[in-house]
Structure formats: structure tokens, C-alpha cells
């Protein structure tokens, strides 16, 4: 079966460094995907990764260990616009196609 | 202008009443996909299209048809719509299925 978790909700403080985990099972694997929702928004991409190691671009960071089936997103940094949810999402080896955890929801705080 | 649209953004309906979702984009990707979002339950995927003549089933296909009429169009129906299918539905794009990028949504409330 395919199974993707992260937690559901986090609070970190503005200035602070917070690290998002997403474990995932999925029959196949063909990349993995954070995405930054906004309440009632949209989803936009942040990162990808589909080799073991930390991708950085900016204040993000993702890592990924495929032998794990292990990710996580780090926002350092923390900004009150950083507030919104954060989806992890995996590939499948198949079709391509995206298949979602549930989103873990962060407030920052001041 | 926006890359991916979706019409109406809001809507009200009854139960039983037939309603459309459209999506249009001008990025010009061959892929496109229908997804339904609950609270607590994440993004699922409802149809995806990888070409005008390619439709497939997603992961929660019951109670909903779609159609891909151009290459730029992509179409949700509810042929009888229930309160359950109150919910956030997002249109998403990619080239090559690759990254996706998702329309502003649509919010539909079944009564």
C-alpha cells in the first residue's frame, strides 16, 4: 500500500529553525516533493529530491534518504509568512503521479 | 495572467444538480489532474489526463466524470452532486509529469 506521514501540526518561533520529518511506503519511487500551501491557496512547489542528500535553496533545505524512506524540510529563519502548510509528496515509479501526505500545519509565532 | 485558471472559484449547489469545474492553462503541459482536498485528509487525486485522448482513473474516480477537450482544457463533472462532495478542488499541470503546478482552486458546497 502505499502510506505517507508527516505530523500534523508544528509551532515554531519567528527567527527560529524548524524541521518538518515525512516518512513515506509507497509500492515505487520516483522522487519526492515539499510543497508550501497557504490556507484556502494554492499549493506551490519548494523542493525536490530524488538522489540521498540535502538539496538548499534559500532559507529551505530537504533532505532525503531513499533507504530510509525518510525526508524532512528545514525553514531557517522562520518568517510569520512561513505560516501555512507544508505537503510532502511522493512520485510513484508508475505513472508519475503524485500521491500526498496530509500536510503538516506550522505556526510561526513572534 | 494567471497559468492555470479555474472557473467558478466558488459555488454553491444542491443535491442532485449536475455541475462542471473547468480549468484552462496556457503553459502549454500535456498533463493534467483533478484533485479534491478535505480537512484532515490531504490532497487525492480524482482523474488525470496525460494527453486529449488519455483519461485514467485516480485514486477516488466514483460520482465524478471528466473530460479533456483541447490540449489547454480539462473539465470536472458531478453529474448528481451529494453534500460529500463539499470540498477545495484543485486543477494541476505538469510537462512530462514532473512538477506540478496547481490552478487557485475551487470551492464547491454541496447542500
Known amino acids: 500500500g502505499q502510506n505517507i506521514d508527516q505530523p500534523t501540526e508544528m509551532t515554531a518561533t519567528e527567527g527560529a529553525i524548524v524541521q518538518i520529518n515525512c516518512t513515506y511506503q509507497t509500492s515505487g519511487f520516483n522522487g519526492l516533493f515539499w510543497y508550501q500551501q497557504h490556507a484556502g491557496e494554492a499549493p506551490t512547489f519548494l523542493s525536490y529530491n530524488v538522489l540521498d542528500g540535502l538539496e538548499e535553496k534559500g532559507r529551505f533545505s530537504s533532505f532525503l534518504s531513499r533507504s530510509k524512506g525518510y525526508s524532512y524540510l528545514l525553514l531557517k529563519e522562520l518568517q510569520m509568512k512561513d505560516s501555512a502548510s507544508y505537503l510532502c509528496a511522493v512520485r510513484d515509479g508508475s505513472q508519475g503521479n503524485l500521491i500526498f501526505g496530509k500536510g503538516t500545519k506550522l505556526s510561526v509565532k513572534p | 495572467d494567471a497559468d492555470v485558471t479555474q472557473t467558478p472559484r466558488n459555488r454553491i449547489t444542491k443535491t442532485g444538480k449536475r455541475i462542471m469545474l473547468e480549468c484552462s492553462q496556457t503553459k502549454g503541459h500535456d498533463r493534467m489532474y483533478w484533485y479534491r482536498q478535505d480537512p484532515g485528509l490531504g490532497l487525492r487525486l480524482i482523474y488525470y489526463?496525460?494527453?486529449?485522448?488519455?483519461?485514467n482513473k485516480g485514486e477516488i474516480s466514483d460520482g465524478y466524470s471528466v473530460s479533456r477537450q483541447a490540449q489547454a482544457k480539462f473539465s470536472l463533472s458531478l453529474e448528481s452532486a451529494i453534500p460529500n462532495q463539499t470540498a477545495l478542488y484543485f486543477c494541476?499541470?505538469?510537462?512530462?509529469?514532473?512538477?506540478?503546478?496547481f490552478g487557485p482552486g475551487t470551492r464547491l458546497t454541496v447542500l
Open positions: 494541476a499541470t505538469s510537462e512530462g509529469g514532473l512538477y506540478q503546478f
Open positions: 489526463s496525460f494527453d486529449v485522448k488519455d483519461i
